[in-house]
């Protein structure tokens, strides 16, 4: 039960994130870091995979490789708030405070693992102690 509300509460963070990449492109394209070409290419690719992750989790058959496939994204993803931290960058009409720039990046990691532990299939685990035991 638990694990379905989180999977959800996952579902609902990547739609809405998604739906926004589309809906509030130009902000999100400020957070890109601008060694990267094509700012706004790059989130609307983005917004397209936050969207296919929230079907990929939904559906069974699909749910463990989306789940494994969100984290990665998840990762890849933290530079753009590591350099909107560090550049103090405005989004959605307005600055943000410091300090819940700096939180969002451990916060990142605590979105991994709900991702991890809520995709995955209750009949494994993630991490497998050499005997067997868990």
Known sequence: ?????????VCLV???GGIGHFLLAEDFAGIVPPIL?????????TGVLELLFVIGILLPAQRRVAGKLAAVYC???????????LSDIPIFGGPVASEL???????????????L????DNSETLIQAPNGDV
């Open 1 to 9: 039960m638990l694990k379905s509300i989180l999977r959800l509460l």
């Open 14 to 16: 990547f739609f809405f």
């Open 37 to 45: 070409p094509w700012p706004l290419l790059i989130v609307w690719l």
């Open 75 to 85: 990762l890849l993803v933290l530079p753009a708030n590591i350099y909107q931290a």
């Open 101 to 115: 720039l700096w939180l969002r990046i451990p916060l990142q990691f605590v979105l991994i693992a709900a991702i």
């Open 117 to 120: 532990w809520s995709t995955n």
